[in-house]
Each structure stands twice: as C-alpha cells, then as structure tokens.
C-alpha cells in the first residue's frame, strides 16, 4: 500500500523534480565531500552552513527570495573565515567557533524580529526537497558542472593540495588561490543544499558518503567516483523512504546515508578482526 503510494506520487511534477535535485545534489555533495573529508574542512563547511541563518533571515526581511540572499551571503562568509584564518595566529578551529557562533547569535537575533513568513523560514531552516523548484535544478546543475570541470581539470593539482600543500607550494602550484577557489565552491554548495536538507543536515550530506567512502577505496579516483554515487543512491533511497513511510526527506536522505556508514564501518571491522582472518586463513601461522 505503502508502496503503491510512492509509485504514484512519481506523475507528479514536484516529485520529479525532487528526485533529480537528490541525484543532482548527492553527485555535487559527494565530489566536493571527497576534498572536505581528505582534507579535513568538515567544521568549514559545518560553520558555513550555520552562518547561513544569517543570510535566511536577512532575505526573509528584506523579502527576498533567501536563496538569492544565501548565495552571496555564504560565498562571503567563507571566503571571509579563510582569510581570517590565514592572516591570524589562532587555531583554525578557534577561528570557527568564534566565526559560527557569532554568525549564529546574530541569525537568532534577526529571525526574532521575523512575525510573518515564519513557515516558509523553517522550511528553509529543516529543508524541503518536495519544495525545489526548476531554478533550484539550474542552479545545482550549473554549479555541479562547474566544479567538475575545475576540479577534475586540475586533478593533479588537487590531489597535490589535498596530500602535501608544501611540496605543491615546491610545484609552482598556486596553494592560496587553488584553496580560496575551493572554499567559494563548498560555499555556494552548501547554499544550494540547504533548501533540501536545511542548516542542520547540509554537513552530513557532504561528509558521510565521502567518509564511507574513504572505508572502501584507498586510491583517489575510484574514491571521487564512488563517493559521487553513492550520494546520488543514497538520495533516492531517502527519497523512497521519505515516500513510503511519509517521513521528512532531508531527515530520510541523511538516515539511509548514515545506515550505510555503519554497515560499512561494521562490515570492514569484520573483515580486520582476527577471528575473520582466523577461519579465512585458518592454517596461517601466528
């Protein structure tokens, strides 16, 4: 019955289009996630995606669409943070706390003074993919092409970046423009997902199918390729367990994916646990 109800939600448009922005968003998240994951921007892209409450309820004031206030806002704010953690002497993860948790005061701030449109804010907030509309789907589209065209022609580069910024420095490689490029990319990503998935979630749809991944594949580009996949399944798998037990689909995309990390973090223990090799191998000396 259940079932029967998913399949026919799939004529309608809106559904459609949700089911493309997951794949989309899945494809783009799980390329730049590789990077972020490899290259420990997690708690980057974590601050960013919080700050962006600033840039909601600045465009719900201002009465705006908040993913044309978004766009510009996290693009700022992480290629302001980066700067500050170039050009000061304190940790990078001192730099992001103080950085997020002023962002988040101030979002609070704005959103009290927000009486009307409160629905559509925390839809914002929680994510809506049943809510993406055909320039949401641009929008990723465009940006996944783009970074699939800067990352994978300067693959080299990049994998030199994310393994040793001192030998690609010794390379003749730019390291400060490759990373400041870098963290527009992841900025405007985690502006374009948020809509789907919302503030709370937006990291973990970056970083779990890449950090799966990395369990499964010790070589670079199998790793980007499979974590790129496995973010588009996992969206549609989400998006199915959304339908067929009308659960909320950002929380059911990050669920499957989260299901699937400990499947893999159980199954590759197995595989490492003596008493595995033991019966594998039962004859081999100890």
């Known amino acids: 019955m259940a079932v029967t109800h998913f399949l026919s939600l799939l004529q309608f448009p809106f559904m459609q ?59 700022l704010f992480g290629v302001a943070v980066l700067y500050l953690i170039d050009h000061t002497d304190l940790w990078s993860d001192s730099v992001l706390n103080i950085v997020l948790s002023g ?35 641009l929008l990723t589209s465009g940006l996944l092409l783009a970074s699939g065209s ?17 030998v690609a420095k010794v390379q003749g490689i730019s390291v400060e423009f490759h990373r400041y490029l870098f963290v527009v990319l992841l900025s405007l990503t985690v502006a374009v997902s948020i809509k789907a998935v919302g503030i ?11 950090a799966t991944t990395k369990l499964l594949c010790h070589q670079f580009s199998p790793y980007l390729a499979v974590s790129m996949l496995l973010g588009a399944l996992s969206s549609i798998a989400g998006m199915i367990v959304s339908g067929v037990f009308n659960f909320p689909s950002g929380p059911s995309i990050v669920l499957v994916q989260f299901s699937l990390f400990l499947l893999v973090v159980g199954w590759v223990s197995y595989q490492r646990s003596p008493l595995n090799n033991a019966i594998i191998h039962p004859n081999q000396p100890r």
Not at 43 to 60: E, K, Q, T, Y
Not at 155 to 165: A, F, H, S
Not at 200 to 210: E, G, H, R, T
């Open 17 to 75: 289009r949700a089911i493309a922005a997951g794949v989309l968003m899945g494809l783009l998240c799980g390329l730049l996630g590789s990077f972020v994951t490899l290259r420990q921007l997690s708690f980057f892209s974590h601050a960013v995606g919080h700050a962006a409450l600033v840039g909601i309820a600045m465009g719900v004031l201002l009465q705006l669409e908040p993913t044309w206030m978004l766009l510009p806002f996290t693009l």
């Open 103 to 137: 962002a988040l005061a101030i979002g609070v701030i704005l959103t009290s003074f927000i009486q009307s449109y409160r629905g559509n804010l925390m839809g914002v907030l929680f994510g809506d993919i049943l809510a993406v509309n055909l320039t949401d789907l």
């Open 150 to 166: 800067i990352l994978f022609a300067t693959l080299r580069q990049q994998i030199l970046l994310t393994l040793n910024q001192a």
């Open 200 to 210: 709370l979630l937006v990291n973990a749809f970056l970083v779990i199918p890449a």
